[in-house]
Structures are given as C-alpha cells and as structure tokens.
C-alpha cells in the first residue's frame, strides 16, 4: 500500500510555523495554554483554526489513498465501487475547499500580525521638558 504524500500537511505545517514563530513557544504549548484561556482569545482562535486545517488536510490524504485503493489496476469497477469512487470525490473536494479557507483566513490574520519587540531594558528616558511658553503683552 503507497504512503499518502509527504508534502500532504505542508499547509498546516506552514501556518504552525508561523504561529509558533509569532508566539515564541512550540505549538503543543499554544495549544495547551489556549485550552486554559477563555475561548475569545487571538491565540486560542489561532490554534483551532491551525487544528481545522490540520483535520481536513488529514482526510484529504485518506481519501486520496481510499481513492487509489478503489481504482487500483487489478480492481474491477462496478456499480457499487463507482459509488464509493464518487463519494470519496466529493469528500476530497470538500475536504479542499475547507483546507483552501482555512488557509486563506488564517494566513492573512496572521500576515497582519507581528511578534512584539522584548521591552526595553533601560529605563526610559526622562520626558523633555516642553519650551516656555513666550509672555505676550497687551498694548492699548
């Protein structure tokens, strides 16, 4: 039996990379201190929507692979294979189209985002004092 294709999670592997990259820590770690965090954070968001991907691209490769076993060479086509040939179609491109929005969304939220530069270890400077401000006089 083929092995799915190694470049099958390359999408999720992207975006866990940039994730990982945004937050500083492997995303196991993320995904466990989103777990911990109310739902409505940035991360948590970031995480599930990694963790949608992810799924679908999953069931891409096992239909992809139920699909090959379906049509091997040495297997006849009948009218029950053909349904299962069309069933597993239709889920690859499903599958797609979800992996494919995903992508897209997560992609561009995290493109508009950048990691935090480490604050400063100095102390601040102190403020400059503003100018004085000029008299004017009043002339009758």
Request: charged letters at 25%.
């Amino acid at each position: 039996m083929p092995q799915p294709d190694a470049t099958a999670h390359a999408t999720s592997e992207v975006i866990a990379q940039r994730i990982e990259a945004l937050f500083g820590e492997p995303l196991a770690e993320l995904e466990a201190l989103a777990a911990n965090a109310p739902d409505a954070t940035l991360l948590a968001a970031l995480t599930g929507s990694h963790s949608d991907l992810a799924l679908a691209e999953r069931n891409i490769a096992f239909q992809l692979e139920r699909l090959r076993e379906l049509t091997a060479p040495e297997r006849e086509i009948g009218r029950f294979t053909a349904g299962h040939i069309l069933d597993c179609a239709r889920r690859i491109a499903e599958s797609v189209a979800t992996r494919d929005a995903y992508a897209k969304s997560t992609g561009a939220v995290l493109r508009g985002l950048r990691r935090a530069s480490a604050p400063d270890t100095q102390p601040p400077s102190p403020p400059v004092p503003a100018a004085p401000a000029t008299a004017t006089s009043r002339t009758r």
